[in-house]
């Protein structure tokens, strides 16, 4: 570990021990709140800063540049990533690292990528993600909270936490029978596999 990220985990180890001004459970959209304004317990606080810190650590390890170019902020075991990245594959190994971290309840991405995709393009992509999501969202055995995704050049990408198997199954059921989709890349958990199964509700 080199020193520059040495001293980063030094700076938000003591941040994350003074009682700041200007914290608040809307952290990304919203500042100015005192501390005590935060409804979330002490408990609850401590293991959302322990989120965030573990996060950062995994993409530190890939490179230092992220520590600055990535915004992150874990809310009640809500991840909200935001940043700036040069390609798509960036964002989405973010995207997974992200739902990769113990304690992570659910990824809101919202990381923008200085791609040189045509508009064209991209307003494939996103009829691909508006058609996947009315799907999930209609589909009564899917919990579509639980998941994220986004497509690039076609091919679509899932991420999130399934119940069990056969919601798993149904959800890339759903994903195949899009109108577009070239090719699916998914990584979804299961709530048996996971080492804290707290972090989804049934």
Not at 30 to 38: Q, Y
Not at 188 to 199: G, P, T
């Amino acid at each position: 570990m080199s020193k520059l990220t040495i001293i980063f985990f030094i700076f938000l180890f003591v941040y994350s021990c003074v009682p700041i001004v200007g914290v608040s459970t809307v952290g990304i959209v919203k500042t100015s709140v005192e501390i005590s304004d935060d409804p979330r317990s002490l408990g609850r606080i401590v293991d959302d800063a322990v989120i965030e810190k573990k996060f950062l650590f995994k993409i530190s390890q890939i490179d230092e540049k992220y520590l600055i170019k990535i915004n992150s902020k874990s809310i009640d075991g809500r991840f909200f990533l935001k940043g700036n990245v040069d390609t798509i594959k960036e964002k989405i190994q973010m995207t997974k690292i992200a739902w990769e971290t113990d304690g992570v309840r659910s990824v809101e991405n919202i990381i923008k990528v200085d791609d040189q995709s045509s508009w064209k393009d991209r307003a494939k992509d996103l009829l691909i993600t508006s058609q996947f999501k009315v799907a999930i969202v209609s589909n009564k055995d899917i919990k579509s909270n639980n998941f994220s995704f986004t497509t690039i050049n076609k091919t679509l990408y899932i991420f999130g936490i399934a119940r069990n198997e056969n919601e798993r199954k149904i959800v890339i059921t759903e994903a195949k029978s899009v109108q577009g989709v070239t090719d699916i890349v998914s990584s979804i958990f299961l709530k048996e596999d996971l080492s804290n199964n707290q972090r989804i509700s049934n």
